[in-house]
């Protein structure tokens, strides 16, 4: 799991997101920096999954080929500020 911050997201990052998801303009934000927080991928140059999360409402936005292993890797990166996630194992 490689983190990257905000504006880092290569072009192939974006089109694991959805625009159309309720309150995208933030997740998009986030990728184009102008809004802070992080993001996290498999592999910059060629992404099969990415979880951003955005600072200032702690919202956070999956996309791509997640699994509950993966999302127990990023978890304890996850939930600044009080905000806390758990993740199912439905393996």
């Known amino acids: 799991m490689i983190q990257l911050a905000a504006g880092q997201a290569p072009p192939g990052l974006r089109s694991l997101l ?7 303009i933030r997740c998009f934000a986030v990728l184009e920096s102008r809004a802070a927080g992080p993001i996290w991928t498999d592999d910059p140059a060629h992404p099969a999954w990415a979880v951003l999360q955005e600072a200032g ?34 393996a």
């Open 57 to 90: 409402f702690g919202s956070l936005y999956l996309g791509g080929a997640l699994d509950a292993p993966v999302l127990r890797q990023a978890e304890p990166g996850l939930g600044g500020g009080g905000a806390q996630a758990g993740f199912p194992d439905r």
């Open 18 to 24: 959805d625009r159309g998801a309720p309150a995208s």
